[in-house]
């Protein structure tokens, strides 16, 4: 901070606030109330959060706890937050505040500009790549919490062909998956998705929905399992009854790909080295494209967070940072195969963190 | 729109694009890529999307759809967004953006800022009352779906004294009441809290936590349990081995309160009538007061949207708006005891949606 010249961090997103306070809560579910954290260059960690999350927030260690009684219609604790912010910064303070790629100001838009007149002397600066940087190498505590909720999905995802059956709706095998992560000590399953269809799926981020798998289909069940606050995200494929040829290949080709990731993810190569890395296998296999637009990225108290393995971004990989490989293609019109596991870089070779998918597709009869 | 002088709505958070597209997915999860939707006051919708929601969004009503390959560390949409927004507006125009209390921007305030210096004569109005007087409203379709959220999660309520004990924690009970919801339907409950302590509980937001369960406690676990996309949002409480009557009383008096409030919501009634038929009551009863700020709200494809059940809140109750009543109240130092149901407003009487609580405090033994 004192680098960039920063005189405070002002945080507004659960994750953000989280990660300085420690605080976790499944209230923020609720967009009614804004929750600001104050992380000054000098001094300890103001909260300036609703009254609602006092006692929870002093469970933690912040101590200098301001509240106000929220909602307010006329006054939502943008008063408060200003007082807040002109105790820890001189007269042409700098605050910073996440703006660029993948941030949000969680606070409404009208009550951000009615702060920024109210403080005309100070200005806002791009705190994003500051709080990308913290966030992207984890605490061996953190990776513990990853990589417990990678086991609970893994084992989630093996049992899978011991519930699964041709007849059976994306929706019946994925709430059969849920209970299994659940049963198995998840804390919650915010994400899962289910893409099926005959000898391939044509996307990777829609429901489940109530189709039956019918022979020669291809599903695919992504998800993003959480213990205490911690995310995997990884997925599997299956083939019902039967698979083609050109099915079995580009599973092949894709589980290939992802060899060439988990090899060439070594501290000091870059996000795009990865990229470089699973594309070249994906190119020479017969990839017809890819519309996810990058194959992986950082992960942690978010589904996706950090960088993108992709052309253009050099964030340099470092020990400590946990990583989803994602290597996916169209293999022909509307058919895609997307693979992804998740692993924690190392010195030398990474730590596999999901449990590594079959080398072939699994066919469940 | 035409009486606000709105040109085009710009829609960024996941329930309003979904509010008028109908597109269903858990993908918002990942905070990488801005989705934008545009409403015109003249002609159809315009999805503006990354290219991996191609698919999603073609299999909804929506036909003019553009997509960039995201993300895009130069350029995340907001050009292909620019040329949408100069097609239906005029150099001139108006556009309709949630600002207001509860809204939020789903997009960097970086990118947001270079958008709007790159349309320099139109303006950023709010749109947030027209937003949430349309959504307030309910289609019996939604109804249905809310209606059946709350069967789900009542069942679960019911059946939980069949499975919770003396020593077991509140992570537990929530772990068997979770999977016990999706068994019985529920899509995914993306909020569960739980608040344990001697004689009563000092939050209602956090938790579950490994704490055990012992003779003399007071649980609440509130949830917001979802079925295709809407939310149920309601609350119980037990006590464990005993209870003293200074509990029971509070319970007693909350439910009390439940009831006036259900008498007082009535077509033409306020938000804040809502609130001072449940406020009576329970200053009758010897409220301490409430750290909550509120005695409900709206309910549908939030855990919370829409108005406040507070003084000021003069929000007109129709017949059609899903609301939450959720009387709360502090009756000794640390000790809170809320209740939640949920009803949808009628001709005449309301409806309740979640299965009444008991009327007396159930004892867990």
Known sequence: ????????????????????????SRFWESPTRPWFLLVPVRGKPIAVIPE????????????DIRTWSAPDLKDDGISLLKGAL????????????????????????????????????????????????????????????????????SSGFEALPGHAALGQSEREICRQLKINMLSGGADSTPYVIAGSGPGGYDNIIMGPTD???????????????????????????????????????????????????????RPGATAADLWAAMARVMEAGGSLGNEVGRLGHGLGMQLTE?????????????????????PGMTFAPQRMMVHEENIVIREGEAEWLSWRAAPELPIIK
């Open 211 to 265: 189709r039956q798998l019918g022979a020669g289909d291809v599903l695919i069940i992504d998800t993003g399992t959480t213990y205490d606050g911690y995310f995997c995200d990884f997925d599997r494929n299956w083939a019902f009854g039967r698979s083609d040829d050109e099915v079995r290949r580009a599973y092949e080709v894709v589980f290939a790909a992802t060899e060439a990731g988990y090899q060439a993810a």
């Open 52 to 63: 609602i999350g006092a006692a929870g927030m002093a469970a933690t260690w912040i101590e």
């Open 1 to 24: 901070m004192a680098t960039a010249g920063l005189d405070v961090l002002l945080l507004t997103c659960e994750p953000e606030v989280r990660y300085f306070s420690g605080f976790l």
């Open 306 to 326: 950090g960088h993108s393995n992709m052309p253009g971004d050099e964030t340099i990989l470092q020990p400590g940072m946990v990583v989803t490989l994602e």
């Open 86 to 153: 002109d105790d820890v910064t001189e007269a042409q303070g700098r605050i910073g505040l996440a703006m660029d790629l993948e941030s949000h100001l969680r606070m409404p838009l009208r009550d951000f500009e009615a702060l920024r007149a109210r403080l005309p002397g100070k200005a806002f600066v791009d705190a994003g790549p500051l709080l990308r940087s913290l966030r992207g190498v984890k605490s061996e505590a953190e990776i513990d919490k990853i990589r417990y909720a990678c086991h609970v999905a």
